[in-house]
């Protein structure tokens, strides 16, 4: 198939970008989207022009590194997939295609598609853990943990970090992100004891980057691993019960 | 002449008891004076993040270092199946010694007995450690832990989360890691990649890295450095590994002193997606756990193009049940990718390209009921669907071996140390545990075993006796001077002004690699590597195209030094893979096979590990030999009969 692609370049974090156009010719059903723009960057060599910058890294969905807008989709039109899992079988001869950055205030443009996302590390540096310290940790079966528990922990912990809820939130809210961490860790019994002090820490510190939530639910329909907005109503719950807790665990050194 | 003996420092005495009296007679460093050393933990994979977490936890300063841009997608993330460890909570006969046992075995005996036990040993503390960090492993209905056999092993000892295991596992790591990144005990350099290991009177003293974000040129100094970079299977291009894995860190080592062991044993994984065109950018692995339940098969006939479906049962081959009755689709992976190589070599392949077998699990759907399938194997089959359009719940998966894990590494003792002192290799970046061939689910378990509750102990023998002494100043000449050097390389790359892109390079290496250094390798064809490899570098050297500037973010300038230095690397794999007249493990020499055609060793001459010696671009390596006693582990031909 041939396709026209309409694609945002920027040479640095500190100047302007543009759209350019490129002709993307003889592209195939199977390939992926990302071979499709390995292509035209070979083209581009060859022609003596900059290759487009994007990230990837693992290209089979897992390490949260790729991540475009594909006609204004953060991770393109097939649910539940990240942009490198997109296969060019989904597109039709003759289609335009967009190709953007994510797009949000937290997530500054470094070159062409490539984002800094960092702050989604300064939330989980806030709080994101359960404290054991090497070499301290009981027999693993000494806390049995109900199999509902343990998967509905493991479905909250799927997330790969990408961004992609953000980027496709018109508040580039973070709640998305930050509930599956704290859903993760929270709902296991190892994560009891520092499960107050963490949601408040981690909550706050996503307030200092992202945008706040008012329920459009976009991040679920860009989600490539499908975490469910029900997190986000638990985190808010658990957001206010730390307020109370916490400010008890203050006044009188005991909860 | 070099004056370097190699000196694995190996304990002696009960195998049982070795470890435990190791770490009693190492050096101790005093809680308050380890605050005085500086580490540098470069790599933030498994191996990486646990070590630099557990050294921050015991009170050194830690400057960790990485690529990407999180800590969280190091190529560990993408592992699938699961994590080996002596638990035995399955009572079916498990033991740390079984698990010694199978590793040794599994490795063909290329492995040493001291550190393999040790492996074993503690292999049932990381479990208890992941747990205890919020890793959400299967469970049974009661709560308790879930395990599943893997390939090659005839006991049920592998831990997992869904298809997810390393994604898990490296977020416990990495929320430990960063958990002391708040607490100010780390430094963490994200976006920085490693270009150099720097010396000062024969002792690491740090190192230099390019900020890949603003193209500036930095020196580290440190105590000591720790290399957790991962392996190298991207020497092959087309493997399973991430698209940025790559030898870098290691082969700077190499040549500036780090001898590098056994390079020429890679694992080639038998169940991945077979490419679909030359286009292709990488090949998707299918977790070998798949084999417990899939049936492997093609069709009797030659050339047979009917769909599965109609072929009837008395057509099929299942060619590992019919040839190793006791472990049918479960043999380890050498011997399932050579058969599978063996039955496509006779035309005997499926799919558009004749390039795959099949993978079929029409017999388990009938067996246990779909649920159970997709219960065990949801995430797999959709990644399946995803990338071929074909449903494995109604058509068998069609399966063929890729590049998939490198058990060469840098050479490392006891301790880990490289033969520079102070400069250690961990995880999929040293040589030490696998052998010539690795174990489904031990990798996950070594770079961990690595980083949790080795390096984290032996290190401090080291550093013991440095107590007082200040790290290198990054004004010192040892490092100006390195950091010239890389300037004018990075300069050189850049005024090259040649036609050809980096990756039409690194494909056409590939290619050599693949052929020559594959699955099975002869002397006629190493030599032709030997003799190519050069020459297509000479090529590179003068004909590639990397345009764009130092300054910024410049992705072809990164990936120019790591194709360079796979040249180097791939003439190093051929030259191993030519020197070992034998075969065994993942190394298969066509020359040295049985009767049945399977790898033949020479324990008389080959029960070691190669340790080559950098000796100048233009010179090839001198060659140290480690020898390897067995008291443990009888030596005997594998048979999986
Ligand atoms: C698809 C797949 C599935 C797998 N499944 C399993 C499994 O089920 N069970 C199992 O046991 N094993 C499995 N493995 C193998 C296992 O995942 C790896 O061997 C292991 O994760 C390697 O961990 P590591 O910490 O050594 O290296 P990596 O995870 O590769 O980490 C390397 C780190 O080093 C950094 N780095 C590298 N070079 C530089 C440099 N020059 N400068 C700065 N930073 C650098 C990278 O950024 C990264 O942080 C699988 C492998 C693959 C490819
Ligand atoms: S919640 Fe989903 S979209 Fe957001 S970072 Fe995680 S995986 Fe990406
Ligand atoms: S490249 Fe890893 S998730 Fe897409």
């Keep these: ?255 | 002449m070099s004056t370097i003996t190699l000196d694995s420092r190996c304990p002696t005495g009960p195998i049982e008891d070795r470890w435990d009296n190791h770490k009693f007679s190492m050096k101790l460093v005093n809680p308050n004076n380890k605050r005085r050393f500086e580490v540098i933990v470069v790599g933030t994979g498994l191996a990486g993040a646990s070590a630099a977490a557990s050294l921050a936890q015991l009170g050194y300063k830690v400057k960790a270092f990485t690529f990407h841009d999180s800590p969280r997608r190091a190529h560990s993330i993408a592992a699938q199946g699961g994590i080996n460890a002596a638990k035995n909570y399955k009572n079916d006969g498990d033991s740390v010694f079984r698990l010694f046992y199978d590793t040794v075995k599994g490795g063909d005996f290329r492995a040493r007995e001291s550190n393999v036990y040790r492996l074993a040993q503690v292999s049932v503390n990381i479990i208890d450690q992941c747990v205890a960090q919020g890793v959400p492993f299967a469970r049974e209905y009661g709560g308790l832990l879930d395990n599943r056999s893997f390939g090659g092993a005839q006991v049920s000892r592998t831990f997992y989360a869904r298809g997810q295991t390393g994604q898990q596992l490296l977020l416990g790591a990495y929320q430990a890691l960063m958990e002391q990144v708040q607490l100010g005990t780390v430094r963490l350099y994200t976006k920085t990649e490693l270009l150099d290991v720097v010396l000062k009177d024969g002792r690491a003293c740090g190192i230099v890295t390019r900020d890949l974000s603003t193209g500036e040129i930095t020196s580290h100094s440190a105590h000591a450095v720790l290399l957790c970079t991962g392996g190298y299977s991207n020497a092959f291009y087309l493997s399973t590994n991430a698209m940025n894995c790559n030898v870098t860190a290691a082969w700077r080592a190499h040549r500036k002193g780090a001898l590098f062991a056994n390079p020429c044993y890679t694992q080639i994984h038998p169940t991945c997606i077979p490419a679909s065109d030359e286009f292709q950018s990488k090949l998707t692995l299918m977790s070998e756990s798949l084999r417990n339940d899939g049936r492997i098969w093609v069709p009797k006939g030659f050339d047979d193009n009917r769909p599965a479906g109609q072929i009837p049962e008395a057509e099929r081959d299942y060619y590992l049940e019919r040839k190793y009755p006791a472990f049918g689709n479960l043999v380890p992976r050498d011997v399932a990718s050579r058969n599978a190589k063996t039955v496509v070599d006779e035309g005997r392949g499926i799919g558009p390209l004749k390039n795959g077998v099949y993978l079929d699990f029409s017999d388990s759907i009938g067996r246990l009921g779909e649920s159970v399938v997709r219960e065990r194997y949801g995430n797999l089959f959709d990644m399946y669907e995803r990338i071929t359009g074909e449903n494995p719940y109604q058509v068998p998966m069609r399966i063929y071996p890729a590049t998939h894990y490198t058990m060469g590494g840098l050479w490392v003792d006891y301790n880990l140390m490289t033969t520079i002192p102070g400069l250690y290799a961990l995880g999929e970046a040293n040589f030490s545990d696998h052998g010539a061939n690795r174990l489904g689910a031990s990798a996950l378990m070594q770079g961990l075993a690595d980083g949790y509750f080795v390096a984290p102990y032996t290190i401090g023998d080291y550093l013991a006796g440095m107590l007082g002494d200040p790290v290198v100043p990054t004004s010192d000449p040892v490092f100006t001077l390195a950091e010239a050097a890389l300037r004018d390389d990075i300069n050189r790359w850049l005024s090259v002004g040649g036609t050809r892109s980096v990756d039409h390079y690194h494909r056409e290496l590939g290619k050599i690699v693949w052929d020559q250094i594959g699955m099975a390798r002869d002397r006629n064809g190493l030599e032709k590597a030997i003799a190519e490899i050069p020459a297509l570098r000479e090529e590179f050297r003068t004909n590639v195209r990397v345009l764009g500037t130092a300054d910024g973010i410049n992705q072809s300038l990164e990936k120019v030094q790591r194709v360079d230095d796979f040249f180097e690397l791939a003439e190093l794999m051929a030259r191993d893979a030519l020197w070992r007249e034998e075969s065994c493990g993942g190394h298969f020499r066509v020359e040295h096979q049985t009767e049945e055609g399977e790898a033949k060793r020479d324990d008389e001459h080959f029960a070691n590990a190669a340790a080559w010696e950098w000796q100048g671009a233009d010179t090839p390596q001198q060659l140290h030999v480690e020898p390897l006693d067995f008291e443990y582990v009888k030596l005997t031909q594998r048979s999986y009969k």
Aim: aromatic share 6%; with cysteine.
């Design chain 1, 1 to 255: 198939m041939n396709l026209t692609l309409k694609v945002w370049r920027q040479d640095g974090p500190h100047t302007g970008g543009r759209f350019e156009t490129y002709q993307a010719a003889d592209i195939k059903d199977e390939m992926s989207f990302l071979e499709m723009l390995d292509i035209v960057n070979e083209r581009l060599i060859e022609d003596g022009r900059e290759p487009i910058a994007f990230d990837s890294d693992c290209r089979e969905g897992i390490c949260g590194t790729c991540g475009l807008m594909v006609n204004g989709q953060a991770h393109g039109p097939q649910k539940g997939t990240a942009t490198c899992q997109l296969h060019m079988r989904t597109f039709r001869d003759g289609d335009e295609i967009t190709i953007e950055p994510w797009r949000a205030a937290a997530f500054p443009i470094m070159k062409d598609l490539i984002v800094d996302r960092s702050p989604l590390d300064a939330i989980v540096e806030a709080g994101g853990y359960i404290n054991a310290n090497t070499g301290a940790a009981p027999d693993a079966n000494l806390i049995p943990i109900p199999k509902p528990v343990a998967d509905s922990s493991m479905d909250a912990a799927a997330c790969i970090g990408c961004g992609a809820c953000v980027a496709a939130c018109p508040n580039s809210a973070g709640q998305l992100f930050t509930s599956a961490k704290l859903n993760h860790l929270n709902l296991l019994p190892q994560g009891q004891a520092e499960r107050w002090k963490r949601t408040e820490a981690m909550v706050e510190r996503m307030e200092q980057f992202f945008g706040s939530c008012t329920n459009h639910g976009e991040c679920q329909e860009a989600c490539p691993k499908e975490i469910s907005i029900d997190f986000i109503a638990y985190m808010n719950r658990d957001y206010i019960k730390a307020k109370i807790k916490n400010r008890k665990l203050q006044g009188q050194g005991f909860p």
